[in-house]
């Protein structure tokens, strides 16, 4: 089963990916993630990826597109994946296609800015194993520190408030476009996120299972 998990930043896409990962035992494919990884380690693509990620931007298709594909090659995605954070435009949706990646349900997570804005400032995110947390929402069990691996949790460097608004920017003329795409294609399903992350993950469930 390969799915893609559509949504603005901050809609909890990442997380219900975790969610779903847990679930029905595939990978969670989350380029951000493999991105702020690359920046970390200073790789080349990570070198490239740093400033444009940084202004809110997106990283240039063909660095993302290249990681990507590396990672579905893997054999652990042999069985199927989820794609968190990919495709964010029409022609990384349309080089997907290109590669022969048969997609069976688009999870588009809706939920309206205001609320996204309110979220992102109480949004942290572990600096070793990448797994996201809320401080609000969703925890940590001890202050600062990740619950799945010994990292610290801290807050995106992009998710302080001046960039989150340019990101909101870039989703709605780059990324949403991809809502109609995938309708077009009888692939789409849209989730309205809940104020609690267990009632979203249900309706994810009931989304991908229909
Ligand atoms: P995310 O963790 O998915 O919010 O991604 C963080 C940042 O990484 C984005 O704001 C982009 O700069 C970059 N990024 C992640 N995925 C992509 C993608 N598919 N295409 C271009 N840039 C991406």
Known sequence: ??????????????TQAEQANAK???????????????????TEAGLKAKSF???????????????????????????GFILDGF??????????ERMGVNIDKVINIHVD????????????VCSDCGASYHIEYKPVKTEGKCD?????VVLRDDDKPETVLTRLKTYH???????????????????VGQQEIADTTKLTFEAIDA
């Open 148 to 152: 799945l691996c010994p990292g610290a």
């Open 24 to 42: 029905y035992n595939i990978p969670a494919v989350s380029t951000g993630n493999m991105l702020r990884e690359a920046v970390k380690n200073g």
């Open 1 to 14: 089963m390969n799915l893609i998990f559509l949504g603005a930043p901050g809609s909890g896409k990442g």
């Open 173 to 191: 003329e780059k990324t949403a476009p991809l809502i109609s795409f995938y309708e077009s294609r009888g692939k789409l399903k849209t989730v």
């Open 113 to 124: 800015d205001e609320k996204i804005i309110a979220r992102m400032s109480g949004r942290r």
């Open 87 to 96: 495709p964010r435009t029409v022609e990384q949706a349309e080089a997907l």
């Open 53 to 79: 990620m940084d202004a809110g931007g997106l990283v240039p298709d063909e660095v993302v597109i290249g990681i990507l594909k590396d990672r579905i090659a893997l054999d652990d995605a042999k069985k």
